[in-house]
Protein backbone atom coordinates (compact mmCIF):
# COMPACT_ATOMS: atom_id res chain seq x y z
CA UNK A 1 0.00 0.00 0.00
CA UNK A 2 1.21 3.08 -1.15
CA UNK A 3 0.35 5.30 2.47
CA UNK A 4 1.34 2.26 4.92
CA UNK A 5 4.25 4.06 6.28
CA UNK A 6 2.52 7.26 6.96
CA UNK A 7 -0.10 5.34 8.74
CA UNK A 8 2.65 3.39 10.62
CA UNK A 9 4.00 6.33 11.76
CA UNK A 10 0.69 7.86 12.65
CA UNK A 11 0.31 5.09 15.16
CA UNK A 12 3.25 4.71 16.50
CA UNK A 13 3.37 8.87 17.20
CA UNK A 14 -0.21 8.16 18.72
CA UNK A 15 0.79 5.08 20.80
CA UNK A 16 4.36 5.65 21.69
CA UNK A 17 4.03 9.52 21.80
CA UNK A 18 1.07 8.95 24.00
CA UNK A 19 3.26 6.66 26.33
CA UNK A 20 6.32 8.95 26.76
CA UNK A 21 4.26 12.06 27.25
CA UNK A 22 2.12 10.70 29.86
CA UNK A 23 4.50 8.34 31.72
CA UNK A 24 7.56 10.51 32.03
CA UNK A 25 6.09 14.23 31.52
CA UNK A 26 2.37 14.15 32.72
CA UNK A 27 2.36 12.01 35.89
CA UNK A 28 5.57 13.38 37.64
CA UNK A 29 4.08 16.78 36.98
CA UNK A 30 0.62 15.68 38.42
CA UNK A 31 2.84 14.40 41.48
CA UNK A 32 4.55 17.85 41.42
CA UNK A 33 2.20 20.41 41.46
CA UNK A 34 -0.96 19.12 43.42
CA UNK A 35 -0.94 19.12 47.07
CA UNK A 36 -3.05 15.30 47.14
CA UNK A 37 -0.79 12.42 46.06
CA UNK A 38 -4.08 10.73 46.27
CA UNK A 39 -5.56 12.77 43.76
CA UNK A 40 -2.28 12.92 41.37
CA UNK A 41 -2.34 9.01 42.01
CA UNK A 42 -5.93 8.80 40.50
CA UNK A 43 -5.45 11.54 37.64
CA UNK A 44 -2.61 9.21 36.69
CA UNK A 45 -4.07 6.14 36.94
CA UNK A 46 -6.90 7.03 34.71
CA UNK A 47 -4.53 8.62 32.13
CA UNK A 48 -2.30 4.97 32.49
CA UNK A 49 -5.69 3.56 31.51
CA UNK A 50 -6.82 5.26 28.56
CA UNK A 51 -3.02 4.73 27.11
CA UNK A 52 -3.27 1.01 27.63
CA UNK A 53 -6.66 0.42 25.96
CA UNK A 54 -5.09 3.13 23.19
CA UNK A 55 -1.84 1.02 22.85
CA UNK A 56 -4.06 -2.19 22.36
CA UNK A 57 -6.10 -0.62 19.94
CA UNK A 58 -2.79 0.92 17.93
CA UNK A 59 -1.36 -2.81 18.54
CA UNK A 60 -4.48 -4.49 16.81
CA UNK A 61 -3.99 -2.34 14.19
CA UNK A 62 0.08 -2.31 13.40
CA UNK A 63 -0.61 -5.98 13.11
CA UNK A 64 -3.71 -6.04 10.55
CA UNK A 65 -1.47 -3.14 8.78
CA UNK A 66 1.39 -5.27 8.69
CA UNK A 67 -0.36 -8.65 7.58
CA UNK A 68 -2.32 -6.34 4.80
CA UNK A 69 1.36 -5.42 4.10
CA UNK A 70 3.38 -8.63 3.84
CA UNK A 71 0.59 -11.20 4.47
CA UNK A 72 1.46 -14.14 6.97
CA UNK A 73 4.87 -13.45 6.64
CA UNK A 74 5.15 -10.57 8.98
CA UNK A 75 3.85 -13.14 11.89
CA UNK A 76 7.24 -14.46 11.67
CA UNK A 77 9.43 -10.92 11.73
CA UNK A 78 10.21 -9.76 14.88
CA UNK A 79 8.79 -6.13 14.68
CA UNK A 80 5.35 -8.22 14.95
CA UNK A 81 6.88 -10.22 17.76
CA UNK A 82 7.63 -6.61 19.48
CA UNK A 83 4.25 -4.90 19.08
CA UNK A 84 3.26 -8.53 20.93
CA UNK A 85 5.59 -8.11 23.55
CA UNK A 86 3.72 -4.57 23.88
CA UNK A 87 0.13 -5.60 24.06
CA UNK A 88 1.01 -8.59 26.35
CA UNK A 89 2.61 -6.23 29.04
CA UNK A 90 0.01 -3.46 28.77
CA UNK A 91 -2.89 -6.14 29.55
CA UNK A 92 -0.96 -7.81 32.19
CA UNK A 93 -0.77 -4.10 33.75
CA UNK A 94 -4.06 -3.09 33.39
CA UNK A 95 -5.84 -6.62 33.61
CA UNK A 96 -3.52 -8.19 36.71
CA UNK A 97 -1.98 -5.69 38.58
CA UNK A 98 -3.80 -2.28 38.09
CA UNK A 99 -6.83 -3.98 39.43
CA UNK A 100 -5.03 -5.74 42.41
CA UNK A 101 -4.10 -2.09 43.09
CA UNK A 102 -7.34 -0.68 43.29
CA UNK A 103 -8.32 -3.37 45.77
CA UNK A 104 -5.60 -2.15 48.23
CA UNK A 105 -6.14 1.11 47.75
CA UNK A 106 -10.02 0.72 48.67
CA UNK A 107 -8.71 -0.91 51.73
CA UNK A 108 -7.41 2.51 52.31
CA UNK A 109 -3.73 1.38 53.05
CA UNK A 110 -4.07 1.41 56.61
CA UNK A 111 -2.10 -1.87 57.68
CA UNK A 112 1.57 -2.03 56.26
CA UNK A 113 1.30 -5.12 54.59
CA UNK A 114 -1.34 -3.89 52.76
CA UNK A 115 0.82 -0.45 51.68
CA UNK A 116 4.25 -2.77 51.17
CA UNK A 117 1.87 -4.79 48.86
CA UNK A 118 0.77 -1.56 47.14
CA UNK A 119 4.21 -0.96 46.86
CA UNK A 120 5.32 -3.36 45.30
CA UNK A 121 2.69 -3.36 42.64
CA UNK A 122 3.56 -0.22 41.90
CA UNK A 123 7.41 -0.92 41.35
CA UNK A 124 5.89 -3.88 38.75
CA UNK A 125 3.56 -1.68 37.12
CA UNK A 126 6.39 0.81 36.52
CA UNK A 127 8.70 -2.32 35.15
CA UNK A 128 5.99 -2.83 32.85
CA UNK A 129 5.45 0.28 32.12
CA UNK A 130 9.07 1.32 31.20
CA UNK A 131 9.97 -2.02 29.29
CA UNK A 132 7.03 -0.98 27.06
CA UNK A 133 8.55 2.42 26.76
CA UNK A 134 11.76 1.27 25.90
CA UNK A 135 10.13 -1.36 22.98
CA UNK A 136 8.20 1.34 21.61
CA UNK A 137 11.09 3.38 21.09
CA UNK A 138 13.03 0.60 19.02
CA UNK A 139 9.42 0.64 16.87
CA UNK A 140 9.97 4.64 16.49
CA UNK A 141 13.21 3.44 15.17
CA UNK A 142 13.11 1.09 13.44
CA UNK A 143 9.57 0.98 12.12
CA UNK A 144 6.43 -1.23 12.79
CA UNK A 145 5.68 -3.12 9.39
CA UNK A 146 9.28 -2.75 7.43
CA UNK A 147 9.74 -5.85 5.83
CA UNK A 148 13.21 -7.12 6.95
CA UNK A 149 15.04 -8.51 3.75
CA UNK A 150 13.42 -11.32 1.70
CA UNK A 151 10.12 -10.70 3.30
CA UNK A 152 8.39 -8.81 0.44
CA UNK A 153 5.29 -10.48 -1.31
Request: hydrophobic share 55%; glycine share 10%.
Amino acid sequence: MKYTPAIERLILVIWVGGVWTIGFLVAPTLFGILESRALAGNVAGNLFASISYIGLLCGVMLLALGLAEHSAKYLRQWRSWLILAMMALIAIGQFMVTPKMHELRQARLEAPQLMEQFQSLHAISTGLFVVTSILGLVLVVVGATQPAAGLRR
